[in-house]
């Protein structure tokens, strides 16, 4: 601080000398200090804020299976036609996308190797258990592989798309080996019928029954 050096006023009194404080600086800058209930924060660097994590992804649904007009179409003209002659039909159907896991023999190793696009099947049960007629049709991703399905597909002991009336207790055990059958192509679509009597049947009644279950 400045000193001051003793004086003497215009009427004569002596002053001492002394410390004269200096007036204040006015500071640029206001400083505004705010104290909570709590205790003060660290002034360490501050934590970062953990990142919320991920939503985790939802489930898809199952793809849906798109199958043509056709097949839907044939399987109700197969129960009209044997509605028609005086058959009692109780008919079934089931859509799927994984030909590989519904079929057996060389038919399931190439669809293995060529999945499919679509699967539908049906099964009518004729009568009182009395025949049952298999039929699928199956949806390749192009001509060519349509039709050698359908090539292996014709030829015996080969295997097949598994029946629908075997995923069903009561005919698990009917095996189709050796049953009449037939089978058609339509573009990258193939469909196959299989007729299997339950007991006993003469073949004109088989064939009979064949013919009209065409698709």
Request: hydrophobic fraction near 35%; charged fraction near 25%.
């Given at each position: ?7 003497i ?9 002394y ?76 859509l ?33 258990s ?20 359908k ?13 629908l ?45 064949l ?5």
């Amino acid at each position: 601080m400045p000193s001051v050096r003793a004086y003497i006023k215009k009427d004569g009194t002596r002053v001492r000398g002394y410390w004269r404080k200096s007036p204040s600086k006015l500071l640029g800058v206001a400083v505004s200090v705010v104290v909570g209930a709590g205790a003060f924060a660290s002034s360490g660097p501050s934590t970062p804020a953990r990142a919320k994590p991920a939503n985790p992804p939802s489930r898809g649904r199952s793809p849906k299976v798109t199958v043509p007009a056709d097949a839907q179409a044939g399987f109700k003209q197969a129960e009209a036609r044997l509605s028609a002659r005086g058959f009692t039909t109780r008919p079934e159907t089931k859509l799927d996308t994984d030909c590989a896991a519904k079929s057996y023999g060389r038919v399931h190793d190439f669809f293995v190797a060529n999945p499919c696009k679509w699967l539908a099947r049906a099964y009518l049960q004729i009568g009182d258990s009395e025949v049952l007629v298999a039929i699928s049709w199956v949806g390749m991703p192009t001509e060519e592989m349509a039709a050698a399905y359908k090539r292996l597909v014709d030829t015996p002991g080969a295997g097949n798309v598994t029946e629908l009336s075997r995923e069903k207790k009561l005919y698990r055990k009917i095996d189709y080996a050796g049953s009449a059958h037939s089978s058609g192509i339509d573009g990258t679509a193939v469909w196959n019928v299989q007729v299997k009597p339950v007991f006993p049947r003469p073949n004109t009644l088989v064939a009979t029954i064949l013919t009209d279950s065409r698709q």
